[in-house]
């Protein structure tokens, strides 16, 4: 199992671009989301699936998208990207068992916007 | 809504000092999950424990130990003889029985362990 996966690690973009930031799992879950980390903050709920075709938002999704056509994958996009959405995003999927709920993070994405 | 408080920002301790770090919780629900993760300078997060509401047992691993009040809405991480890889940013997190997607985090307490 490769776990969750996150691509680019790293990107710059200039301000008013756009661009997806990948997330992938193998593991089979049903629920995905997108997290936001910026100093001082903690993380921040983006927006989360809780199943293929099903997406909702979170805490702070102004300013991304989001879609869920496979089970696997889970791609945000930046549709105009600003400087304030200058931050790290994790990736995470999650799975309920008996024991409770186990949540597996991916490496995380850096993204400058200048 | 819900809400996790790490009012700690930031601790330095010399090696092989304990330390205590704290997370106050508030939720509606009776049923949720509680979380710590770590956070090292490389950047990934490390799931440390999960305890569900109904288990307030305090648990130990190691030099890790949890002690889980739901009468304080508290569930405080104490690390005992720290050391220098202990250094990293540890965040308490909350998830409410029904929304396995939205984990609820407190601002992180950055821990300084020097020797």
């Known amino acids: 199992n490769a776990g969750v996966t996150q691509t680019p690690k790293f990107q710059v973009l200039k301000t008013g671009q756009s661009m997806t930031l990948q997330c992938a799992q193998d593991m089979n879950h049903e629920y995905m989301s997108w997290y936001r980390q910026d100093p001082g903050m903690g993380l921040r709920l983006i927006h989360y699936?809780?199943?293929?075709?099903?997406?909702d938002q979170g805490e702070v999704p102004n300013g991304y998208n989001v879609s869920r056509s496979t089970t696997e994958d889970f791609p945000l996009r930046l549709l105009s990207a600003a400087p304030s959405q200058t931050s790290v995003y994790f990736c995470?999927?999650?799975?309920?068992?008996?024991?409770?709920?186990?949540?597996?993070f991916g490496p995380g994405t850096r993204l400058t916007v200048t | 809504a819900q809400k996790v408080t790490q009012a700690q920002t930031e601790i330095s301790v010399v090696e092989k000092e304990d330390v205590t770090l704290d997370c106050v919780y508030e939720?509606?629900?009776?049923?949720?999950?509680l979380f710590w993760y770590k956070q090292p300078p490389s950047g990934e997060l490390v799931f440390l424990i999960r305890r569900n509401s109904f288990d307030e047992q305090n648990e130990i691993s190691g030099r890790y130990s949890w002690n889980f009040q739901k009468s304080t809405s508290s569930f405080n991480f104490t690390i005992t003889a720290s050391q220098v890889v202990d250094s990293a940013v540890y965040f308490c997190?909350?998830?409410?029985?029904?929304?396995?997607?939205?984990?609820?985090f407190g601002t992180g307490t950055r821990l300084q362990v020097t020797l």
């Open positions: 997190a909350l998830i409410n029985t029904g929304t396995a997607s939205k984990l609820t």
């Open positions: 699936s809780v199943g293929a075709g099903i997406t």
């Open positions: 995470a999927s999650s799975i309920l068992l008996q024991q409770g709920y186990e949540q597996y």
């Open positions: 939720t509606r629900d009776t049923t949720y999950y």
